[in-house]
C-alpha cells in the first residue's frame, strides 16, 4: 500500500518540503508518484518508517540543543535500522498491451517522419532554383528616372530659392512700389 504525502505531513506534523529533501539526499529510495492520486508522492510503508526514524532523530538533536541537522547521525541510524542493502522496489504500475502499442505505433510514425525527411533532402539538390533572370535593363532604366527626378528636383531647388529672393526684395520695398512690382498703380 502506498501512503501520500499529503497523509504525511499531516500525520508527523512536517513539511513537504523536508520530505523533499530527505529524497535528495536519498534517506527515502525511489519515490514515485502515483497517477491516480494527481501525480502525488506516495510512499511504501518501510518509506514512511524511515521518515519517522529521520523525523525522531531531528527532534532528538534539537532537544539536546542542536540546531542544525547532524547528517551523519541520520545517515548512521538509517543504517543501523535499514541497513545499507539496496532492493528492488515493485512498483505496483500495471501497463496494457494497448499502452505498449501505442508506443510502438508512435515510434513508427517517428521513423516514417525521419525516412520521408531523408529522402527530401536526397532529393534537394536535384529541385534547384531556376535560372536567375537578369534585371539589367531594369536597373539602367531606374538610374536614368532616379537621375531625371534629382535633376528636376535640382530645378525645383533654384525656383524655391529664385522666389525666396523675391519675396526678401519685396519685404524691403517700401509699401507703394509693392503694387508696382505686381504691375498695378
Given at each position: 500500500?502506498?501512503?501520500?504525502?499529503?497523509?504525511?505531513?499531516?500525520?508527523?506534523?512536517?513539511?513537504a518540503y523536508q520530505l523533499r529533501?530527505?529524497?535528495?539526499?536519498?534517506?527515502?529510495?525511489?519515490v514515485l508518484k502515483d497517477p491516480m492520486q494527481n501525480h502525488q508522492r506516495?510512499?511504501?510503508?518501510?518509506?514512511?518508517?524511515r521518515i519517522q526514524l529521520i523525523a525522531e532523530t531531528i527532534q532528538a538533536q534539537r532537544a539536546k540543543g542542536i540546531k542544525r541537522t547532524h547528517l551523519e547521525?541520520?545517515?548512521?541510524?538509517?543504517?543501523?535500522r535499514f541497513g545499507g542493502e539496496v532492493k528492488p522496489m515493485n512498483t505496483d504500475l500495471q501497463v496494457s498491451p494497448q499502452s505498449i502499442q501505442q508506443v510502438v505505433e508512435l515510434l513508427m510514425g517517428q521513423n516514417q517522419k525521419i525516412h520521408?525527411?531523408?529522402?527530401?533532402?536526397?532529393?534537394?539538390?536535384?529541385?534547384?532554383?531556376?535560372?536567375?533572370?537578369?534585371?539589367?535593363?531594369?536597373?539602367?532604366?531606374?538610374k536614368n528616372e532616379l537621375k531625371k527626378s534629382?535633376?528636376?528636383?535640382?530645378?525645383?531647388?533654384a525656383i524655391v530659392?529664385?522666389?525666396?529672393?523675391?519675396?526678401?526684395?519685396?519685404k524691403k520695398a517700401p509699401a507703394k512700389s509693392k503694387w508696382k512690382f505686381w504691375g498695378k498703380d
Open positions: 500500500m502506498r501512503i501520500p504525502i499529503s497523509l504525511i505531513v499531516k500525520e508527523l506534523n512536517l513539511e529533501e530527505w529524497e535528495k539526499r536519498d534517506w527515502l529510495g525511489e506516495v510512499y511504501t510503508e518501510e518509506q514512511v518508517e547521525e541520520v545517515e548512521t541510524r538509517l543504517l543501523e520521408d525527411l531523408q529522402q527530401l533532402m536526397e532529393q534537394q539538390p536535384k529541385n534547384q532554383l531556376p535560372n536567375p533572370v537578369d534585371h539589367t535593363e531594369v536597373l539602367t532604366d531606374m534629382q535633376e528636376r528636383e535640382e530645378q525645383l531647388l530659392q529664385q522666389l525666396q529672393t523675391d519675396l526678401d526684395e519685396l
